[in-house]
């Protein structure tokens, strides 16, 4: 379902992406549009910029997440480098800031993946307990400007000392 900053933000995208190949082709009659990874790295940002994600998506989607090193951190400085190829990426403030969230909230803020990394001592022999503080890589995420990922973020339910938990929001 179509947000009203989805329907906004798509085509301002869009045109921005289509600003950059217009200016690749003035400038070399013999360049072609964007291609290869370059052309994956756009789509990605315009496909992870928002919750939804349609089929056309899923080579971007694909190639992005196909990105995996030894470490965490390596990972995701290789995912930040996929998306800088794309000419846009670096034009300003914004967009870099944009890549950033991206690359640290994609995949990594959702309820699964905050259940499983929110784990925090409870004191005395209780255990653990899920933390209901959403990490400040996520907590960027979600709140971008450019990013229309509002309606995926997840919710915490009950109490964490009781079994408290994230859930998405069509679970709740």
């Known amino acids: 379902m179509a947000t ?32 290869g990874d370059t052309r994956l790295a756009c789509e990605a940002i315009l496909c992870l910029s928002t919750g939804e994600r349609p089929s056309e998506c899923q080579p971007a989607i694909r190639r992005y ?4 090193r030894r470490t965490l951190g390596k990972t ?26 991206l690359v640290d909230g994609s995949g990594r803020c959702d309820a699964a993946a905050l259940n499983g990394r929110g784990w925090m001592p409870a004191g005395g022999d209780n255990g653990y307990y899920i933390s209901n503080a959403m990490p400040a890589s996520c907590q960027a995420y979600y709140d971008n400007a ?4 509002g309606s995926v973020r997840p919710i915490y339910v009950g109490q964490p000392e009781r079994g408290g938990r994230w859930v998405d929001p069509v679970n709740q």
């Open 4 to 35: 009203p900053r989805t329907k906004n933000l798509l085509p301002a995208l869009a045109l921005a992406l289509c600003n950059i190949a217009q200016a690749q082709a003035d400038q070399s009659p013999d360049m072609e549009l964007l291609t």
């Open 146 to 149: 450019g990013l229309d990922v």
């Open 65 to 68: 997440f196909s990105i995996v």
């Open 76 to 101: 995701l400085g290789a995912r930040r480098d996929f998306l800088n190829q794309c000419p846009t990426a670096k034009e300003d403030g914004y967009t870099r800031q944009l890549v950033n969230a």
